[in-house]
């Protein structure tokens, strides 16, 4: 096997960070300065600011306006080395990070902070035909399939056809989809609205389907009814208790009924990173590993997971797969880390809980923000706060302000641009 890239000194102990999303990123922060040869692995070069991925997939924003590179990002921290890499699995035995390539990389310290992955309930050849949305590649192609779709119709001819091509499917009814459902309703009734001479752009069908009882539903029941209403008000067709079972070239199948639609769009389950087997300890049934207090592992106390591969339960509550919880945990294990190489006890986690926001287009959200519950407007302008804020770098933060306002007061979205190869269908 090939030797250790990259430099490390060999008097330090080494700490290898798998992930630059969140959790990786603040633990690689929260080690600025310590007295560790620090190596973070990403199989990408940049950290993608994912609570705004479904405004690249929706045409709002571009690729560069939600990710910045990652060794732009730490380039002042100077006992930190950037690899670009793919991690195939964990040798904890012998303290190994197994590369793709073939090579692997020696620790003292490992923070596992890989994600999560599309889940589609045992079904992997929805994948295809259904793609989900947690990457940058992931957006382009929902945005392709979205444009094309208006596009084909187009020239289409055929009024059925038309109408599947016209009919656009969104499952799962958590905050990703509702922001995506909310979006997309605007792009057809007020962003195309003027583009084509054939077709009525407003006249897309637009479902949103959700196997629970409720839309959002680890917000409070008024954010609920707020966020139901404010969908549908858009023209949004919002089905609870819908449970998909099939996903085909035709569209989709809830039990014995049928619909015919040309794209759709995922956003019904996740499932932890597949890395995760390789260490060879329990699992929950969505893949994550059920860490100590401390975030260590019992088994391998060198070992320390956050983010969407931490099964973490605090108050007999398990903590949900949000930014907020992957950057506090990021930063406690670096922190623990830096405790350990000093040989001090290391401190448990207790997530600081801000609250919850989403989305539903064009003035409209919700949120549970510091105990209050707020809707509408006022939700809105909140929610671009926030996002503005914790968005990575001064020209991100200027871009997407100016880019809101302007889809703001002229309803145009000004990212619609069809990259991938356009194909006679928006399908794969």
């Known amino acids: 096997m090939n030797p250790d890239p990259g430099p490390a000194s060999a008097s330090l102990p080494r700490v290898v960070i798998v992930g630059g999303g969140f959790g ?32 690249v997939a929706t045409a709002s924003l571009s690729p560069a306006d939600v990710a910045s590179p990652i060794r732009w990002i730490l380039r002042h921290q100077k006992n930190v080395e950037v690899l670009l890499a793919d991690v195939a699995g964990i ?31 045992g079904h992997p050849e929805w994948e295809p035909r259904a793609p989900g949305l947690k990457t940058l590649d992931d957006a382009l192609e929902m945005r392709r399939r979205v444009l094309v779709a208006f596009e084909t119709a187009e020239r289409e001819t055929d009024a059925a056809a038309q109408r599947r091509l016209l009919t656009f499917v969104i499952v799962g009814a958590g905050p990703t989809g509702v922001e995506l459902a ?6 057809a009734r007020q962003s195309l ?72 769009l995922w956003a019904a389950g996740v499932a932890a990173s597949p890395i995760a087997k ?50 506090q945990q990021g930063t406690r294990a670096g922190s623990n880390i830096r405790r350990a190489a000093a040989g001090q006890p290391l401190e448990p986690f207790h997530y600081k809980d801000y609250g919850i926001m989403a989305t539903i287009g064009r003035g409209a959200a919700v949120g549970d923000v510091f105990g209050l519950k707020i809707s509408g407007f006022f939700a809105w302008l909140f929610w671009i706060f926030l996002h503005i804020f914790w968005l990575i770098g001064f020209r991100n933060r200027i871009v997407v302000m100016t880019e809101w306002g302007w889809a703001y007061f002229t309803h145009q979205r000004r990212a619609r641009l069809i990259t991938g190869g356009v194909t006679a269908s928006p399908g794969p």
């Open 24 to 55: 990786g990123l603040n633990a690689a922060r929260a080690l600025a300065g310590a007295d560790v040869s620090v190596t973070l692995l990403d199989r990408h070069n940049y950290h993608l600011f994912q609570p705004l991925l479904y405004q």
């Open 91 to 121: 040798d904890p035995a012998a303290r190994r990070v197994v590369l793709a390539a073939g090579a692997s990389i020696r620790y003292d310290y490992l923070v596992l902070a890989s994600g999560a992955a599309h889940a589609y309930f």
């Open 182 to 187: 909310g979006a997309l309703a605007e792009i």
């Open 193 to 264: 609205r003027e583009d084509f001479r054939r077709i009525q752009p407003q006249s897309a069908r637009i479902l949103l389907l959700e196997g629970g009882p409720h839309v959002l539903a680890p917000f409070a029941e008024p954010l609920r009814v707020a966020a139901r209403r404010s969908l549908e008000r858009l023209g949004v067709e919002v089905r609870t208790g819908a449970i998909v079972t099939q996903v085909d070239d035709d569209g989709v199948a809830i039990g014995t009924e049928r619909i015919s639609a040309a794209t759709v």
């Open 278 to 327: 390789s260490l060879g300890v329990p699992l929950d049934r969505a893949g994550r590993v059920a860490p100590e207090p401390t975030l260590a592992l019992a088994a391998y106390p060198e070992i320390f997971v956050v983010g969407d591969l931490c099964a973490f339960v605090e108050n007999g509550m398990a903590l949900p797969g949000v930014a907020q919880v992957a950057m």
